[in-house]
C-alpha cells in the first residue's frame, strides 16, 4: 500500500523516482533524508532476507529497522510486541503517515478481531502488531500460514531472558516462528542485554545464524546523576522546580504503596503526578497512560511495571527514588528520558535500606543458587556504580562492552568531581563494632554503640561495656550511615536477608587487620544551582510563533485524537521554525515530515507561518 501511495505521489508531482527503494520509503514515508548508524546496513540484510539481532540505545531509531524493510518487500510486517496497552498509539503513529497499520490483542471485540484477519489474508495491511501470547496460539500460526509475510520483529527481544527484569514467559515459545517459516526473515531488537543476555537471546529465538548489529550504548544526552538520599522529598521537589518545572517525567519507586503516597504528595505539592502500578486495574493504567502521553508536564509515578515502549519523545527526566537491582534495568529505565536526542536527566536517589532490601530480595529468590549468585553480581555493579567517584558514563557502557575513551563531561562526578577521604580507620572502627555486637543488629543500632548513645537497648545488652562504645562519639550520625552504606556496596558487610542485621563477610579480613586501605568517596550535598535546562533552544524574536505551531499541533493532535508527537516531534518543529517553509514542497524540507503527513497537516501549519510572516512585515 506504501508503494502504491509513493508511486501515485511521485506521478501527480513529477518530482521523485518511481522505484520504491529503502532511500525513497525513508524519505517520503517518515521523512528523513538519510539513515542513522547502522540503521541502512540492518534494513538491507533484512530486506535480502538475512536474520538480525539489533541492540541500539532507546531513541536511536530501532523501529525504522522493521518498519522500512516491511514497506519495501512484499507481505505484511508481524511485529510481536508486549505492549498491548501501547498497540493503539504504535499504529496511530503509522496510519498517519500513511502506513496501513493494525493489531490483534485481546482488546479487540469479535468482529474487529475477524475483520483484521481477513484483511491480513488479503494482504490490506503494511504492518501488523501481535501480542506473543496470541502469536503462539495455533489459530494464529494457522493464520499467517495463510498469509503472505514479508518479516517477523520481535521488539523487546531481552523479554527472552528468563531471569531479566522484563522476563515474558510467552516469548520463551516464539522459536516457533523459526521452525514454521524458515524462510521467513526474523529481526529481533532490544535496547538493553549485556553479554549474557545476548546469548540468552540468540539461543532462546533460534538465531545462531543472524547477523548482530551492536551499536553503542551512549546516550550522550542524557545527564546522570546520582545522590545519597537526605529528605528524599525535598530533594525530589528541589530538581523538579529548578530545573523540570512544566516537564512530563517519571518517577520510579520500589513498591506499590511508595507509588501511591509519591503521587499523592506530588499532587499536594502542585504536581500533575499520576500513578501507575500493576495493582491498579487495567482501565485506571491505561486512562493515566493516555493521559501521560498526550498532555504536557504530566509526571507519572510508577514501579517499573510502566514505562517499557513508551515512545513519547519528550520526557525530559527520569527519577527514581529507590536504586534499581541492576545496571541493565537502570540503563533501560533512565532511555526512556530525551528520546528526541534533546538534553535530558536522570536522577537516581538512594541509602543504606534500598542495599538492604535489594539484597534481601536476591537471597529470597527461589531461582536456582546460580541464578542468584548472578543477580547478585548485578546487584553488586549496580552498588558499584552508586558509589563511583569517577566517570559513571565510562563505567555505564563498559558494563555493556562499549568504549568511551574520555570522561564525558555531563554527569554529576565529571561536572562536580567529588572528594575521597583515607576511611581505614573508620572502617575498622565500624566494622569492629558489628562484630562486638554480635553481628544481630542494622545500621542504627550499631551507629548508637559506636557514638555512645547510653540509652535502654545499648544498656539492654550490654553494648554499653563494649570496647568499641563511643569510639566513633566525634563522628556525626549521618556519617556513620554513609559509611555503612558504601561498606556494604563494596562488598566487606553483607545483610541477613530475614532480619536485616550486619553480617561481616570474608573479604573484610584483610581491612581489620590492617593489610588493606580504604579510600571511600566524601557524601557532600550538592552545591551547584542548577538552572532549568532547556531542552529545546528558541530564539527570542521566535518564541510567539514557536508558541502557536505548538498549539496549532495540540489543536491537530485533538482533532484526530492522537498524542501530539504523532502530528510532529517538537524536533520537527524546531526544524519548521528555522526554515519557515511557504509551500508543501518547502514543508517536505523539513526532518521528519514525508508526504502523508505533509499533505494532511502541511497546510495548517502552512498557515500559521503565513500569518507570522505577515505580521513581520506590517
Given at each position: 500500500m506504501v508503494a502504491f501511495f509513493i508511486a501515485a505521489y511521485c506521478i501527480a508531482?513529477?518530482?521523485?523516482?518511481?522505484?520504491?527503494?529503502?532511500?525513497?520509503?525513508?524519505?517520503?514515508?517518515?521523512g528523513y533524508s538519510e539513515f542513522r548508524g547502522q540503521q541502512e546496513a540492518i534494513v538491507n540484510a533484512v530486506i535480502g532476507g538475512q536474520d538480525a539481532l539489533v541492540l541500539m540505545p532507546t531513541g536511536g531509531g530501532k523501529s525504522l529497522c522493521y518498519q522500512i524493510p516491511a514497506l519495501v518487500r512484499n507481505g505484511v510486517a508481524i511485529v510481536v510486541s508486549p505492549l498491548i496497552a501501547l498497540m493503539q498509539d504504535q499504529v496511530e503513529a503509522l496510519r498517519a503517515l500513511g502506513v496501513k497499520a493494525g493489531f490483534l490483542n485481546s482488546t479487540l471485540s469479535a468482529q474487529e478481531i475477524y475483520d483484521n484477519e481477513q484483511a491480513l489474508q488479503s494482504g490490506t495491511f503494511d504492518v501488523m502488531y501481535v501480542a506473543p501470547e496470541r502469536l503462539i496460539q495455533a489459530r494464529t500460526i494457522n493464520l499467517l500460514q495463510h498469509s503472505q509475510i514479508a518479516l517477523f520483529a520481535i521488539d523487546e527481544a531481552h523479554c527472552v531472558a528468563q531471569w531479566g527484569h522484563d522476563f515474558r514467559a510467552d516469548y520463551l515459545r516464539l522459536d516457533v516462528l523459526h521452525r514454521e517459516f524458515p524462510n521467513v526473515p526474523r529481526i529481533a531488537l532490544t535496547a538493553?542485554?549485556?553479554?549474557?543476555?545476548?546469548?540468552?537471546?540468540?539461543?532462546?529465538?533460534?538465531?545462531?545464524?543472524?547477523?548482530q548489529f551492536v551499536s553503542g550504548f551512549d546516550r550522550p544526552n542524557i545527564q546522570y546523576r546520582i545522590h545519597p538520599k537526605d529528605k528524599p522529598r525535598q530533594q525530589l521537589t528541589k530538581f523538579l522546580r529548578q530545573e523540570h518545572d512544566g516537564d512530563a517525567g517519571i518517577v520510579y519507586c520500589l513498591s506499590r504503596d511508595k507509588v501511591e503516597k509519591t503521587a499523592s504528595w506530588l499532587q499536594a505539592e502542585g504536581f500533575e503526578a499520576l500513578p501507575y502500578h500493576a495493582g491498579l486495574s487495567a482501565e485506571i493504567r491505561a486512562y493515566h497512560q493516555r493521559r501521560f502521553l498526550r498532555e504536557d508536564s504530566i509526571i507519572m509515578v510508577a514501579t517499573i511495571a510502566f514505562g517499557m515502549g513508551i515512545d513519547k519523545p519528550d520526557v525530559r527526566f527520569v527519577a527514581h527514588l529507590d536504586m534499581p537491582k541492576s545496571i541493565e534495568a537502570y540503563y533501560q529505565e533512565t532511555g526512556r528520558a530525551g528520546r528526541d536526542g534533546a538534553p535530558s536527566t536522570a536522577l537516581l536517589l538512594y541509602g543504606f535500606e534500598d542495599v538492604v532490601k535489594l539484597r534481601q530480595m536476591t537471597s529470597n529468590n527461589e531461582g536456582s543458587e546460580a541464578f542468584r549468585r548472578a543477580e547478585q553480581e548485578r546487584l553488586n555493579a549496580m552498588l558499584a556504580l552508586c558509589e563511583l567517584a569517577s566517570c559513571r558514563r565510562q563505567t555505564l557502557l563498559r558494563y555493556f562492552?562499549?568504549?568511551?575513551?574520555?570522561?564525558?563531561?555531563?554527569?554529576?562526578?565529571?561536572?562536580?568531581?567529588?572528594?575521597?577521604?583515607?576511611?581505614?580507620e573508620a572502617a575498622q572502627k565500624a566494622l569492629s563494632c558489628v562484630y562486638r555486637t554480635g553481628q544481630r543488629f542494622g545500621v542504627q543500632h550499631v551507629v548508637d554503640v559506636l557514638r555512645g548513645e547510653n540509652n535502654e537497648r545499648a544498656k539492654q545488652y550490654g553494648h554499653d561495656q563494649l570496647s568499641t562504645f563511643g569510639i566513633g562519639a566525634e563522628t556525626p550520625q549521618q556519617e556513620w550511615k554513609a559509611l555503612?552504606?558504601?561498606?556494604a556496596a563494596l562488598g566487606y558487610l553483607d545483610v541477613d536477608r530475614e532480619y536485616g542485621s550486619l553480617?561481616?563477610?570474608?573479604?573484610?579480613?584483610?581491612?581489620?587487620?590492617g593489610e588493606k586501605t580504604l579510600e571511600l568517596r566524601k557524601d557532600t550535598k550538592t552545591t551547584t544551582k542548577r538552572s532549568k535546562r532547556q531542552a529545546i533552544e528558541i530564539d527570542h524574536e521566535d518564541l510567539a510563533l514557536w508558541h502557536a505551531l505548538r498549539q496549532c499541533r495540540r489543536r491537530l493532535a485533538e482533532e484526530y485524537g492522537v498524542p501530539p508527537y504523532v502530528i510532529f516531534h517538537d524536533v520537527t518543529l524546531q526544524n519548521m521554525l528555522h526554515l519557515k517553509p511557504n509551500t508543501i514542497q518547502q514543508m517536505l524540507e523539513v526532518s521528519g515530515i514525508g508526504d502523508a503527513k505533509a499533505q494532511k497537516y502541511g497546510h495548517a501549519f502552512l498557515d500559521i507561518l503565513r500569518e507570522y510572516e505577515y505580521k513581520g512585515t506590517d
Open positions: 508531482n513529477e518530482r521523485y523516482p518511481m522505484e520504491v527503494t529503502p532511500h525513497s520509503v525513508l524519505e517520503h514515508t517518515f538493553t542485554a549485556d553479554t549474557r543476555t545476548r546469548q540468552e537471546i540468540i539461543e532462546r529465538l533460534a538465531l545462531e545464524q543472524a547477523e562492552d562499549d568504549d568511551l575513551s574520555k570522561p564525558c563531561g555531563n554527569c554529576d562526578t565529571c561536572l562536580e568531581p567529588p572528594k575521597t577521604w583515607d576511611a581505614t555503612f552504606r558504601q561498606l553480617l561481616l563477610t570474608e573479604s573484610c579480613r584483610h581491612l581489620l587487620r
